[in-house]
């Protein structure tokens, strides 16, 4: 299957600090990439969707302007988490899909604010 | 998108077939049904895919009933190595199209 990967695997900063994390399509172009967020325990949860070619959709309730999402290129997506704090603290997925196909979830980035 | 509804936990034992059921009573008519695996710490693994009837890879075979409001996941003699989370998604292959997880199914296989 296609491969996606994330860079950093893992990340601990201080509260206030911003953190961006990438997601990568390595063997294809993704039409759409997404982000979700995944609390111990707890199933995925969507945060945002990103298509080529145009701005990210969030989900309700989670701010554009605290979750920045760039979809740079047809293979690269960023996730900036603006000014973190402890409740920010997750495992961060992404996923990248082409049109009329299965999506294709990163390893994940394990996010730690201080 | 139509909506789930997977058992939360099953327990089995190492060589023993595992199925995986799941309910999608309001699935449309051009959403597809697919499953996924997740590890602990690991993002989602994509297993198998399918429209109707029956699917099989060298993983899993997936059956699919002509009314297509359920789903059953069988796993065939399964190893210590197959405990993880489960989830069944349903939903289009279009453009931009989202799958929302549910709380998907925590497999424990046991020695």
């Known amino acids: 299957g296609a491969v996606v990967s994330q860079h950093p695997s893992r990340v601990i900063c201080k509260s206030g600090t911003s953190v961006k994390i990438e997601c990568r399509s390595l063997?294809?172009?993704?039409?759409?990439m997404f982000w979700y967020r995944q609390f111990p325990k707890q199933s995925l949860m969507l945060m945002a969707t990103s298509n080529e070619g145009s701005k990210a959709t969030y989900e309700q309730g989670v701010e554009k302007d605290k979750f920045l999402i760039n979809h740079a290129s047809l293979t690269l997506s960023t996730l900036t988490v603006t000014s973190a704090h402890p409740e920010d603290s997750s495992f961060y997925i992404c996923?990248?899909?082409?049109?009329?196909?299965?999506?294709?979830f990163g390893p994940g980035t394990r996010l730690t604010v201080l | 998108l139509a909506k789930t509804t997977q058992p939360i936990s099953m327990d089995s034992y190492e060589g023993q077939e595992v199925n995986i059921t799941c309910s999608h009573n309001?699935?449309?008519?051009?959403?597809?049904i697919t499953w996924y695996q997740q590890f602990p710490s690991q993002g989602p693994r994509f297993i198998i895919q399918g429209y109707k009837t029956k699917v099989t890879n060298e993983v899993a075979s997936l059956f699919i009933p002509a009314d297509r409001k359920s789903s059953t996941l069988s796993l065939p003699r399964v190893s210590l190595s197959d405990t993880a989370v489960y989830y069944c998604l349903v939903g289009r292959r279009d453009y931009g199209q989202n799958f929302v997880f549910g709380p998907g199914t925590r497999l424990s296989v046991l020695p």
């Open positions: 309001n699935i449309a008519t051009n959403d597809y």
């Open positions: 996923s990248a899909r082409v049109e009329y196909n299965e999506q294709f």
């Open positions: 063997d294809f172009q993704a039409t759409t």
